[in-house]
């Protein structure tokens, strides 16, 4: 499976949003950020409430913390407990649509990629 680039930050993207949200208030800020990094810093998703700010957030569902695992395998050539899965081996995934609605934010869940762009179209 093929998996888009990282630059290897994690838990920053939702503590960015602040800034453009403040200096461009016209301006939707769309936070891009994979799901390890989404479950870091849930506070941001607190912000973007108090602060009246429409900020998009797109998680990329990738099972795991993979910018840590790359880095994990770059040095180590192994990796351990970057991966969401089970005790067993099988893997899970939280419904991350889920915190936002517990915000009451309105939440999608895209499970496949032609329904991501028509779905940012109708925000």
């Not at 994990?72 to 099988?90: A, L, N, V, Y």
């Not at 009451?104 to 179209?121: A, N, Y």
Request: charged share 20%; hydrophobic share 35%.
């Amino acid at each position: 499976m093929a998996r888009p680039p990282t630059c290897g930050v994690t838990s920053c993207c939702r503590s960015w949003i602040a800034t453009p949200r403040t200096t461009w208030p016209d301006r939707t800020v769309v936070c891009v950020l994979g799901d390890g990094d989404f479950l870091m810093t849930a506070q941001e998703i607190a912000l973007s409430v108090t602060m009246g700010a429409p900020v998009v957030f797109v998680v990329q569902n990738n099972a795991g913390y993979m910018s840590i695992r790359g880095g994990q395998r770059k040095q180590t050539s192994r990796h351990i407990g970057t991966e969401f899965s089970r005790p067993d081996g099988s893997p899970y995934s939280p419904d991350f649509a889920a915190p936002g609605a517990s915000f009451g934010i309105e939440s999608w869940k895209v499970s496949d990629p032609d329904s991501l762009e028509p779905t940012l179209r109708n925000l």
